[in-house]
């Protein structure tokens, strides 16, 4: 007979081969499941990834296209609204940590009547074992579509140059624009005065009391009236004195100039050269069409009127106006024509400065175009308080003493039509799809 310590020693020896046995078959279990749960692991960071890439793509097609699409009111052939777009991507991108690979395209489509831009983003990422899952890696694409949509007009535009400040005001005027943007392609600088405004917005810096609070680093904005024609290269009129009433005629020689103190001078449209001085108790009458004003100082001084409805007055390289002293100033821009809806131009070689010191330079109805010169407001009068609208597109701006600036915004309650890249044509944007 087995003894009862036989006993107990078989059974502790059948009891460490049942341990043995589960041990082995715990270790094949696990050697066979961690494998799948690896994967699983892997598969899920690989998801992640890839969702945040998707999403991130998403919204940088998002932020190109609303970059860009300002840029569609602003140019005929969309390029400069592809190129916004396009710059904004590629900033955006050196920007990402092992970005996947892309193939961004930008088109110009239209939008129920309207132009927009799509941008339209495919992308490319290896995934885990070799591109094995999925083969070939992942492949998505991102795509969004943007239109302008008149958010806030464009009022004030300072195209800039080589100097910081584009826009400066000093001592303590006053720029007011209610219903408008107010941009620079530099500097904005207010030392003492204030702009208030709908929108300020600067590429450089904006400093001083700015209402409401600047937007700094914008995009540039081009000149909107890039294409238009400016020749200055016309015969002159010769405007003849007739006792105390003058009347321009045609004519073939220019004028040296001419002073006039007293009575009321009606110039037709033409081609003006020579210094026109108005003081005294004078009057300038402007009749309708385009007035260029060749190798001219046109002053208006004194307590003398400048008055005009229906009329553009160009000045090329040498030539520019000066409003003074306690001269009246009354002008609404051209309502037909090439240049329906400016006031006041300037050839792109006029680098001079356009002065307003006057006390009483009610309207200047229109978009004043000067891209290359100077537009100086010094004095303590309102300027343009009477217009129903204006725009100024120049190469800097600047406002001191103690003046008013008024930029109303009133586009529907003129008949000078508001050209487009200003006004409320230029716009802002918004996605459509």
């Not at 992640?48 to 998002?62: P, S, Y």
């Not at 300002?70 to 140019?75: E, N, V």
């Amino acid at each position: 007979m087995i003894g009862f310590t036989d006993r107990l020693r078989h059974i502790h020896l059948a009891l460490g081969e049942l341990k043995r046995d589960v041990r082995g078959v715990i270790a094949l279990k696990f050697a066979l499941v961690v494998p799948g749960l690896a994967l699983l692991a892997v598969g899920a960071i690989d998801l992640t990834a890839v969702n945040a890439t998707r999403d991130r793509l998403q919204g940088l097609a998002d932020s190109a296209a609303l970059a860009g699409a300002p840029s569609l009111s602003l140019a005929t052939d969309g390029a400069a609204a592809r190129e916004r777009a396009s710059a904004f991507f590629q900033a955006q991108m050196t920007q990402w940590q092992n970005p996947p690979d892309v193939d961004p395209t930008y088109s110009i489509i239209d939008q129920g009547g309207q132009r927009a831009i799509r941008v339209t983003v495919k992308g490319h990422r290896a995934s885990f074992f070799g591109s094995m899952l999925p083969p070939g890696g992942w492949n998505f694409t991102a795509q969004a579509t943007a239109s302008t949509v008149g958010l806030v007009p464009l009022c004030v535009l300072v195209t800039g140059g080589s100097l910081g400040r584009g826009l400066s005001l000093r001592q303590s005027p006053r720029m007011s624009a209610p219903g408008c943007m107010v941009h620079s392609n530099q500097d904005i600088e207010v030392v003492g005065g204030s702009i208030s405004a709908a929108r300020v917005q600067a590429v450089g810096t904006a400093t001083g009391v700015i209402s409401p609070t600047p937007g700094t680093g914008a995009a540039r904005i081009a000149d909107p009236f890039a294409g238009m024609v400016l020749n200055a290269n016309r015969p002159c009129d010769v405007n003849v004195p007739v006792g105390g009433r003058t009347r321009a005629r045609r004519g073939r020689v220019s004028g040296t100039g001419i002073r006039v103190s007293s009575g009321v001078t009606r110039l037709a449209a033409g081609v003006h050269c020579g210094v026109m001085l108005f003081d005294g108790t004078s009057e300038l009458i402007l009749e309708p069409g385009d007035h260029w004003f060749i190798g001219s100082v046109l002053t208006i001084s004194g307590s003398a009127k400048l008055t005009g409805r229906d009329v553009v007055l160009f000045f090329d390289k040498p030539s520019r106006f000066d409003f003074r002293q306690q001269a009246r100033v009354n002008l609404s821009g051209r309502e037909t024509g090439p240049f329906a809806g400016l006031v006041m131009g300037a050839t792109r070689d006029n680098t001079q400065v356009f002065s307003v010191t006057a006390d009483n330079v009610e309207a200047l109805l229109g978009v004043i175009y000067i891209p290359e010169a100077w537009l100086v407001i010094d004095g303590s009068a309102a300027v343009a308080r009477d217009s129903a609208w204006t725009v100024i597109v120049a190469k800097y701006l600047q406002l001191k003493g103690a003046p008013t600036l008024f930029i109303n915004a009133n586009y529907n309650t003129s008949s000078v039509p508001v050209p487009a890249g200003v006004g409320p044509s230029a716009g802002g944007a918004h996605l459509v799809d």
